[in-house]
């Protein structure tokens, strides 16, 4: 069965410093999808970065970059130069392979972000 | 971006009392989604439905029924509340993105005492 591991509860990082977010994953299917989502305190979920097993670059979306090492079976999220409000939890998840395209999501880790 | 309304937002039930959220959807998705989301575990997937009548478990399905009788709606049930129950209910569609990219409505807050 896939599974996502996030081991960090918390983190504390300086408004403009970058942050690694920890997620590591477990599939025996060839072909997979790595996903982060953001949850601010109000609620919502929020789509940041997608990682697809066969893809040669690491995916970047503006200040979001996954660092995709796939022999380590990791897919950890960057942040490059943290904003007050990208204080959040952050959820990582992986696609099940099928035709259901379920996610199955990490217990996600709070980021605070300190002026 | 999909269209997801859920309803209620928030209710505070009694053990025992049966419960329905209901989700709405506007973009026309074959597949719709209910998470349960609790501090510690993520979120987990309780049921899924794959088309009208459609529908299978997940993770966490034990004490929840769904139905969909519409493609437009997907209703979970909860035919007699219990206190393991009181959560945050995510009602989700394909978002049309990336495989597997999932839209999520806003979430509704059971409180069941």
């Known amino acids: 069965a896939q599974k996502i591991t996030q081991t960090q509860p918390g983190m504390f990082v300086q408004e403009k410093e970058a942050v690694t977010l920890d997620c590591t994953y477990d599939?025996?299917?060839?072909?997979?999808?790595l996903f982060w989502y953001k949850q601010p305190s109000s609620g919502e979920m929020i789509f940041l970065i997608y990682?697809?097993?066969?893809?040669?670059q690491n995916a970047t979306e503006g200040r979001y970059s996954l660092n995709f090492q796939k022999a380590r079976k990791s897919a950890n999220l960057v942040i490059s130069a943290s904003q007050l409000g990208d204080s959040a939890m952050y959820f990582c998840?992986?696609?099940?392979?099928?035709?259901?395209?379920?996610?199955?999501f990490g217990k996600g880790m709070k980021l605070t972000v300190n002026p | 971006d999909a269209g997801i309304t859920q309803s209620p937002r928030h209710k505070v039930t009694e053990t025992g009392t049966p419960v329905t959220l209901r989700c709405h959807q506007t973009e026309n998705h074959r597949y719709m989604y209910w998470y349960r989301q609790d501090p510690g575990h993520g979120l987990r997937l309780i049921h899924y439905s794959y088309g009208v009548k459609d529908t299978d478990k997940g993770e966490v399905s034990d004490g929840y029924s769904v139905s969909r009788s519409k493609t437009e709606d997907f209703l979970l049930t909860l035919e007699s509340a219990t206190s393991s129950q009181t959560s945050v209910y995510f009602c989700?569609?394909?978002?049309?993105?990336?495989?597997?990219?999932?839209?999520f409505g806003e979430g509704s807050r059971l409180t069941v005492l």
């Open positions: 989700a569609t394909p978002a049309g993105g990336r495989p597997g990219e999932l839209f």
């Open positions: 599939t025996s299917d060839p072909s997979y999808g």
């Open positions: 998840a992986i696609r099940i392979q099928g035709g259901s395209e379920k996610l199955v």
């Open positions: 990682q697809g097993s066969y893809d040669q």
